[in-house]
């Protein structure tokens, strides 16, 4: 079945070091994928996106890697900073198809950063 | 420019009672979408509306969550007979059309006593 989900719960590091969240996906059929931050409190807030057809997308400080061969995504955020503290989501879409407009989200990986 | 807008950002009830949620998207977004978050959880898909219209209803948990939108804006997500089981935080979010990213607003957190 159609399904999202996080390798590790939580994730801690220090400030300045780089941190990496990966996600795994099972929908075959899924073209598009977005990482969002939800901090406390908060709603969730859009970080980067990807689609299918690229294999690496990078933001400002952020670099989404999706390696379709073993449905595996991944969120690098680059000299980690206590402001991104939060829960991280990645969510995937099937951009084809009926249901194209629904995400499906992980559980969510917690980012603690140790100053 | 202004985000997604929910109100009441938190509801405390007693069970069985009536709540109603409204969500004012960004303006101009055609795309609005209504999740559930249980403590602990991700978010769940609950229904999605284009312009007015609602094509997918299929994630209303119960006969007892309706939702509407009106003039192409706000949202009303209305549960009626209120269970414990749907103490959660609403979220709504909205996006310019379906093929773009949806941007949420901070949810309306519902307690059920």
């Known amino acids: 079945g159609e399904s999202v989900g996080l390798h590790l719960p939580t994730l801690s590091v220090q400030e300045g070091d780089n941190s990496i969240i990966n996600c795994a996906y099972s929908?075959?059929?899924?073209?598009?994928f977005i990482w969002y931050k939800q901090e406390s409190g908060k709603g969730p807030q859009f970080i980067i996106d990807?689609?299918?057809?690229?294999d690496k997308r990078q933001g400002q400080r952020v670099t989404v890697l999706l390696n379709k061969t073993v449905k595996h995504l991944s969120l690098q955020i680059a000299a980690t900073q206590p402001g991104d503290s939060a829960v991280y989501f990645c969510?995937?879409?099937?951009?084809?198809?009926?249901?194209?407009?629904?995400?499906?989200f992980g559980k969510g990986t917690l980012l603690t950063v140790n100053p | 420019g202004a985000g997604v807008s929910q109100s009441p950002s938190n509801k405390v009830t007693e069970k069985g009672k009536d709540v109603e949620l409204r969500c004012d998207p960004i303006?101009?977004?055609?795309?609005l979408y209504w999740y559930r978050q249980s403590l602990g959880q991700g978010l769940e898909f609950l229904i999605y509306?284009?312009?007015?219209?609602?094509?997918?209803k299929s994630g209303l948990p119960s006969d007892r969550f309706s939702a509407e939108r009106t003039g192409g804006s706000v949202s009303t997500l209305t549960i009626q007979r209120t269970q414990q089981e749907d103490s959660a935080v609403y979220l709504c979010?909205?996006?310019?059309?379906?093929?773009?990213?949806?941007?949420f607003g901070d949810g309306t957190r519902l307690s059920i006593l």
């Open positions: 979010a909205s996006s310019p059309t379906v093929f773009q990213p949806q941007h």
């Open positions: 929908n075959s059929a899924s073209d598009y």
């Open positions: 990807i689609r299918s057809n690229m």
């Open positions: 969510a995937e879409n099937p951009w084809r198809g009926g249901s194209n407009y629904k995400l499906t």
């Open positions: 303006s101009g977004h055609t795309a």
């Open positions: 509306f284009q312009g007015n219209s609602a094509p997918d």
